[in-house]
Antibody, heavy 119, light 110 residues
Framework: QVQLVESGGGVVQPGGSLRLSCAAS????????MHWVRQAPGKGLEWVSF????????YYADSVKGRFTVSRDNSKITLYLQMNSLRPEDTAVYYC????????????WGQGTLVTVSS | QSVLTQPPSVSAAPGQKVTISCSGS????????VSWYQQLPGTAPKLLIY???KRPPGIPDRFSGSKSVTSATLGITGLQTGDEADYYC???????????FGTGTKVTVL
């Protein structure tokens, strides 16, 4: 069965960096695009980034563009999100989600990892 | 960035029906399929409807989706206490190449 397991969250000071990982299993990782989605405490879902199956194209929300970088290692079956210049407003649970054949369908989600940006 | 508009909350008695609207624009809902997600308290979102009106395996036919031009609708019939959750619509905005989600709707079973 499909499993997505995020890790790497924690507490970081404003201006700091973190790298999130999303370990995938149960499907052919290299065939599917992947999203990052976040949810601030008590708030709704916010799309963060999308990467195509071969990593050739990457897309970002304006709120993170220039600070966050999405990447993937298909040999390690892992998705990453490098987060730099973190701000308090980046505090959220970060989910990775698998795409089915269309970018509009997030068919499997991980359990999420909490990132807290605070001094 | 683009956000799709949903009502903050809807409610109904057990066994009744609720509908949740999702309003967008020509560049997102008008140009792409819509999906719907259910988020039970304290859990990750779960795919409920994809490609406007299709249900993944295991999703009961009490849940239905539709789309018309630049808006979409989720319907839940035979409401159960286990349906109490937050519901989000989602799609892609082709004009600015970003993902977009609805503002979220809390369903309460009275």
């Amino acid at each position: 069965q499909v499993q997505l397991v995020e890790s790497g969250g924690g507490v970081v000071q404003p201006g700091g960096s973190l790298r999130l990982s999303c370990a995938a299993s149960g499907f052919t990782f290299s065939r599917y695009g992947m999203h990052w989605v976040r949810q601030a405490p008590g708030k709704g879902l916010e799309w963060v980034s999308f990467i195509r199956p071969d990593g050739s194209n990457k897309y970002y929300a304006d709120s993170v563009k220039g600070r966050f970088t999405v990447s993937r290692d298909n040999s390690k079956i892992t998705l990453y999100l490098q987060m730099n210049s973190l701000r308090p407003e980046d505090t959220a649970v970060y989910y990775c989600a698998k795409v089915d054949d269309l970018v509009t369908t997030y068919d499997y989600w991980g359990q999420g990892t909490l990132v807290t940006v605070s001094s | 960035q683009s956000v799709l508009t949903q009502p903050p909350s809807v409610s109904a008695a057990p066994g009744q029906k609720v509908t949740i609207s999702c309003s967008g624009s020509s560049s997102n809902i008008g140009a792409n399929y819509v999906s719907w997600y259910q988020q039970l308290p304290g859990t990750a979102p779960k795919l409920l409807i994809y490609e406007n009106n299709k249900r993944p395996p295991g999703i009961p036919d009490r849940f239905s989706g539709s789309k018309s031009v630049t808006s979409a609708t989720l319907g839940i019939t035979g409401l159960q206490t286990g349906d109490e959750a937050d519901y989000y619509c989602g799609t892609w905005d082709s004009r600015v190449s970003v993902g977009v989600f609805g503002t979220g709707t809390k369903v309460t079973v009275l």
